[in-house]
């Protein structure tokens, strides 16, 4: 079965860092990828998706992520955190042809620094 | 337009109960996926709806089972609870059943098995 794993469960950051948060699949297939974004008493939300075309996809709030297919990676990065960045951020897969049954990584709690 | 729904909020059953779980997707929305999320497992994919189908299901016993009305509502029942069945339930809904159709989350109902 497909998997995907996040290898940072927790990060901490001060404001204006860069981040960069890991994602890989183990699925050798065509995948559709994504990373969602859970802020604190908030409901779990899309940040950005790819599905084909260019590997350098942006999302919302100024974070990007980039699809590297020999690695099996989806890479989250944002150049500047703020505070208000604090939150669990979880990268997700759907093979293709699986409908839309997201599997998704363990998480990465982030926490900014003011 | 409003958000997805779930009724209730919180939960507190006892082993051996049973519980049903209530989703009310954005309107026009006819997917509705359930996920369940548990600090040791995670974020997992429980069924998904469409037009009152199950299309897809993930790896859970029989004890946890749904359904979806033709209003694109849907429920989930878990029977004979047990203490690990303690976790947030997620809800999702989109647009259609494909990779590509966003999925939106609901807030979730928090259930304690005790």
């Known amino acids: 079965a497909q998997s995907v794993s996040q290898h940072n469960h927790h990060v901490i950051l001060s404001e204006a860092a860069s981040l960069e948060l890991g994602c890989n699949y183990s699925y050798g297939g065509t995948v559709n990828l994504f990373w969602y974004v859970q802020y604190p008493g908030q409901h779990l939300q899309l940040l950005l998706k790819y599905f084909s075309g260019d590997p350098l996809v942006k999302g919302i709030k100024g974070f990007e992520a980039e699809f590297i297919k020999s690695k099996f990676s989806f890479n989250l990065r944002k150049p500047s955190v703020q505070w208000s960045d604090t939150a669990e951020y979880f990268c997700?897969?759907?093979?293709?042809?699986?409908?839309?049954?997201?599997?998704f990584g363990g998480g990465t709690r982030l926490m900014v620094k003011p | 337009k409003a958000g997805v729904t779930q009724t209730p909020r919180y939960l507190i059953k006892t082993r051996g109960q049973q519980v049903t779980l209530s989703c009310s997707p954005i309107s026009g929305h006819r997917s509705v996926s359930w996920y369940q999320q548990t600090p040791g497992q995670g974020l997992q994919f429980l069924f998904e709806?469409?037009?009152?189908?199950?299309?897809n299901k993930g790896n859970f016993p029989g004890r946890f089972s749904g359904r979806q009305f033709s209003n694109s509502r849907s429920e989930m029942n878990v029977s004979t609870l047990e203490l690990g069945d303690s976790a947030l339930y997620l809800c999702a809904s989109s647009v259609g059943q494909g990779a590509r159709d966003t999925q939106y989350f609901g807030p979730g109902t928090r259930l304690t098995v005790l």
């Open positions: 709806y469409f037009s009152e189908t199950q299309r």
């Open positions: 997700a897969v759907i093979p293709y042809n699986a409908g839309n049954m997201l599997t």
